[in-house]
């Protein structure tokens, strides 16, 4: 979800805004389930997200901002298949008053919930990432988590193409990969933020909780 109908759609160059609705109150009905809507904030939906989440309303009344889950528009030549599209440092930074109004609305939720912690300190994170054009907290890509494309290319994470190794030429064994590269230079590029630096939720999230588990941050 990227917007309201008109935008999202403009978006997504689909008419897609009606058909997301629609599943998320189909899976909602499943209890074993948890359903998000996941929010992209980019230059294209800069301080739209109020509109959108009224627009959403008309369709889901009791929808709460702890049904959305945010991103940060992002580049990675092995994942979006978008790298040279960067925003520019401009762009970037006059998003900074769209993170700080959806921080003050999430800093009402008054949740125990652990995803939900984790959701509100990438949002409380993103005017530092922006400000700095750095990852604002040690990254654990490369300890928690690798990524691993179609074909069984192994990367540290979805933006870094930085291959480890073929999952298929280890009887698809990524302790063999971790084990025979040089996995401690990668992590030690990662330490001292000379990777290409990031806050895709896919690694932030991780990273907040291991930075919580070894007493950086609180949550
Ligand atoms: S900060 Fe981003 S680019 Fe760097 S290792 Fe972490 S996820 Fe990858």
């Known amino acids: 979800m990227d917007g309201y109908e008109k935008l999202h759609n403009y978006i997504r160059g689909v008419d897609s805004f009606k058909n997301a609705i629609t599943l998320f109150k189909s899976l909602k ?14 230059k294209y939906n800069n301080n739209q997200f109020s509109k959108a989440f ?6 889901i009344p009791d929808i709460s901002i702890a049904d ?14 978008n790298e040279g599209q960067r925003l520019k440092t401009e ?8 993170f700080l109004f959806l921080n003050s609305l999430l800093k ?12 509100n300190k990438y949002v409380e994170l993103l005017p530092l990432y922006v400000n700095d054009g750095r990852t604002p907290l040690s990254c654990s890509a490369a300890r928690s ?17 930085k291959k480890l190794g073929n999952i298929r030429d280890t009887d698809y064994s990524l302790k ?26 896919c690694e932030a999230h991780p ?5 919580v588990l070894t007493k950086h941050i609180n949550l």
């Open 68 to 81: 959305f889950n945010f991103n940060i528009y992002e580049t990675s030549s092995i994942y979006y298949m």
């Open 145 to 161: 988590s690798f990524f691993i494309d179609p074909y069984g290319n192994v990367f540290p994470c979805i933006t870094w193409n």
């Open 54 to 59: 009224e627009n959403v309303k008309e369709y």
């Open 176 to 201: 063999k990969i971790v084990e025979s590269g040089n996995i401690d230079d990668i992590r030690r590029i990662i330490s001292e933020y000379k990777c290409p630096n990031c806050w895709t939720p």
């Open 108 to 119: 009402k939720q008054k949740s125990n919930n652990i995803e939900q912690k984790v959701i």
């Open 91 to 98: 762009d970037r930074h006059a998003l900074i008053n769209e």
């Open 207 to 211: 990273s907040i909780i291991t930075n």
């Open 29 to 42: 009905n499943i209890d074993t389930i948890e359903v998000l809507f996941s929010y992209t904030i980019s």
